[in-house]
């Protein structure tokens, strides 16, 4: 692992989200990791790993956050505006692009087949990210408890996300407080 | 109401709810979109998210696509913006703080504590999902196969979603 780090300029924010904003098929946390650990060295393995705990903290996008906390720290507000639009400026065209090319053909049959079949896939590259989450909780029964109340409360009676969380969270907290999770 | 207003401001309360990153709100925003706006379909939205994920960047980008459907570009622009400024204003600002709280007790343990939260909504958001793109046998067992394939080996999600489309455009799927 290098301990050595380069401080960006604000250009190459810019371009370091922009190839992060290209590649992420499918995930771009890895990606990130790669173009700031060991492609431009703009943080050492273990800063990422403290930033990446900071934004799945937070809320928002984690990727997201962690292009506005990182452009923050080397060049403040601007820094961080920079990143940001680094990252998501051939994104956000690209989809664009594609729900108008979706809009005009999704009444053609084999577009709408394979539509079905992309949707009905991806439905399983969620349920299979759902489940690589919940491992950690194998073996730890009040911790299982409190992840299926939280999904039969969102399930079962569609109670909002808002009543969810002001109910869930602070039980959660609190047993986690006394040592129980 | 002005829908780019109602877009804004969906989409800006969703903003700080999205604990844990962006699955978390996945059940809520298909609530809103599909019950309480009646902006889209349930089939719409799976559509929409199966093009979001299917493209490069955050799958956060289904938020542009449902704004896209409302309001047009300007729709997909505010939607997006909206989704992301609360929480990156947030961030910019708890940077410096989370620095300085780093070996506090109390951080670990909210941090600790929600992850199991965070684990229920992940759940609940992906059979809310899978739900609404199951048609009938068929495409339950090729969501059934994904699952499995995408949890046990290292294919590229990318390749395996190409595959599902793939077995829709032959007709397999009826």
């Given amino acids: 692992?290098?301990?050595?780090?380069?401080?960006?300029?604000?250009?190459?924010?810019?371009?370091?989200f922009f190839t992060v904003g290209i590649c992420g098929f499918g995930g771009v946390l890895p990606w990130a990791r790669w173009m700031m650990v060991e492609r431009r060295r703009?943080?050492?393995?273990?800063?990422?790993?403290?930033?990446?705990?900071?934004?799945q903290f937070l809320p928002g996008p984690n990727v997201i956050n962690i292009s506005v906390a990182l452009g923050a720290r080397y060049h403040g507000a601007l820094g961080s505006v920079?990143?940001?639009?680094?990252?998501?400026?051939?994104?956000?065209?690209?989809?664009?692009?594609?729900?108008?090319?979706?809009?005009?053909?999704?009444?053609?049959?084999?577009?709408?087949?394979?539509?079905?079949g992309l949707a009905a896939t991806a439905s399983g590259l969620v349920l299979s990210m759902a489940l690589k989450m919940?491992?950690?909780?194998?073996?730890?029964?009040?911790?299982?408890?409190?992840?299926?109340?939280?999904?039969?409360?969102?399930?079962?009676?569609?109670?909002?996300?808002?009543?969810?969380?002001?109910?869930?969270?602070?039980?959660?907290?609190?047993?986690?407080?006394?040592?129980?999770? | 109401m002005?829908?780019?207003?109602?877009?804004?401001?969906?989409?800006?309360?969703?903003?700080?709810?999205?604990?844990?990153?962006?699955?978390?709100?996945?059940?809520?925003?298909?609530?809103?979109v599909t019950e309480v706006h009646a902006w889209l379909t349930p089939r719409e939205f799976a559509a929409l998210f199966a093009l979001a994920q299917a493209s490069p960047g955050p799958n956060m980008l289904v938020v542009a696509l449902i704004g896209w459907r409302v309001a047009g570009v300007a729709g997909a622009l505010v939607a997006?913006?909206?989704?992301?400024?609360?929480?990156?204003?947030?961030?910019?600002?708890?940077?410096?703080?989370?620095?300085?709280f780093r070996d506090k007790a109390w951080r670990k343990v909210i941090q600790v504590g929600l992850v199991p939260v965070t684990t229920g909504l992940i759940g609940a958001g992906a059979v809310i999902l899978a739900a609404t793109t199951t048609l009938d046998w068929r495409t339950a067992l090729l969501t059934g196969v994904a699952t499995v394939v995408l949890t046990?080996?290292?294919?590229?999600?990318?390749?395996?979603?190409?595959?599902?489309?793939?077995?829709?455009?032959?007709?397999?799927?009826?």
């Fill in chain 1, 1 to 16: 692992m290098y301990d050595t780090t380069v401080r960006p300029t604000l250009s190459a924010l810019f371009m370091g």
């Fill in chain 1, 42 to 55: 703009w943080l050492t393995g273990a800063e990422f790993t403290d930033l990446m705990g900071l934004c």
């Fill in chain 1, 82 to 116: 920079v990143a940001f639009c680094g990252l998501m400026a051939a994104p956000i065209v690209i989809i664009i692009v594609l729900a108008i090319v979706y809009d005009r053909f999704h009444e053609v049959p084999w577009v709408r087949d394979g539509f079905i």
């Fill in chain 1, 134 to 181: 919940a491992a950690p909780l194998w073996g730890r029964p009040v911790a299982i408890v409190v992840a299926l109340a939280t999904f039969g409360a969102i399930v079962g009676p569609r109670w909002s996300l808002l009543t969810v969380l002001a109910v869930m969270a602070p039980i959660s907290v609190l047993i986690a407080w006394r040592g129980r999770l």
């Fill in chain 2, 2 to 32: 002005n829908p780019l207003v109602e877009l804004a401001l969906l989409f800006g309360q969703l903003s700080l709810l999205m604990f844990g990153g962006g699955p978390t709100i996945l059940p809520e925003m298909q609530r809103q």
């Fill in chain 2, 80 to 100: 997006f913006g909206a989704i992301c400024a609360p929480s990156s204003v947030l961030t910019y600002f708890a940077a410096a703080a989370w620095y300085r």
């Fill in chain 2, 152 to 174: 046990a080996t290292r294919i590229h999600p990318l390749a395996v979603l190409a595959v599902g489309a793939g077995v829709g455009v032959s007709g397999l799927l009826g």
